[in-house]
């Protein structure tokens, strides 16, 4: 619904900057009539799959323009492979330079645990598995990337509320910045 573009927004960030891509156009709907800012918002909120290849729309548009890619709760949906893709999909949005870099949380596990999920072997990252999964996208794509990732408890998961939850469910959050 595009919270975390307002929050930017909100904390001073030039909204004509932002772009937010999101598969169905109803959360982008429903976040104009949440926040009640369809005609004041000057965020760019697009419809699109980050599965789709980057020739298609409107990934095709979005190439080499931006310094930072936010995966925000979206990494752990996928399996290893569409995380790669996805990590490429967030180089093609990106500048050609250093310093450029991608951000995201997730939900992590202690043990970097590959969970199963709709059928989908679905990695549940911690900073080590992270780390495997970058030296595999480094390799693919001939860049290199400083690497800082964490597990912390900031998803309410142990606060006793939810009992049926995992004990080694995190919150994953990580911040790659290219170097070469």
């Not at 709760?73 to 492979?81: A, I, K, Q």
């Not at 997730?106 to 999964?133: D, S």
Request: one cysteine or more; hydrophobic letters at 40%; aromatic letters at 10%.
């Amino acid at each position: 619904m595009g919270y975390d573009l307002r929050k930017l927004v909100f904390d001073g960030a030039p909204e004509e900057n932002l772009t937010g891509v999101e598969l169905e156009q109803g959360y982008i709907d429903l976040g104009y009539d949440l926040f009640n800012d369809r005609d004041t918002l000057k965020v760019r909120l697009l419809r699109g799959n980050i599965l789709d290849p980057v020739d298609a729309a409107p990934w095709a548009d979005l190439g080499g323009q931006y310094d930072v890619a936010n995966f925000g709760m979206v990494l752990h949906s996928f399996t290893w492979e569409q995380q790669i893709f996805m990590l490429e999909k967030g180089l093609h949005v990106l500048k050609n330079e250093p310093g450029t870099s991608m951000i995201g949380i997730a939900c992590g596990n202690i043990n970097g645990k590959v969970e199963t999920w709709m059928g989908r072997p679905i990695p549940n990252h911690n900073p080590e598995t992270f780390r495997k999964l970058m030296a595999e996208f480094e390799a693919k794509t001939g860049t290199k990337w400083e690497v800082d990732a964490a597990l912390d408890n900031a998803m309410s998961c142990h606060d006793g509320k939810r009992t049926w939850l995992n004990p080694d469910l995190k919150r994953f959050i990580f911040e790659i910045t290219r170097v070469a």
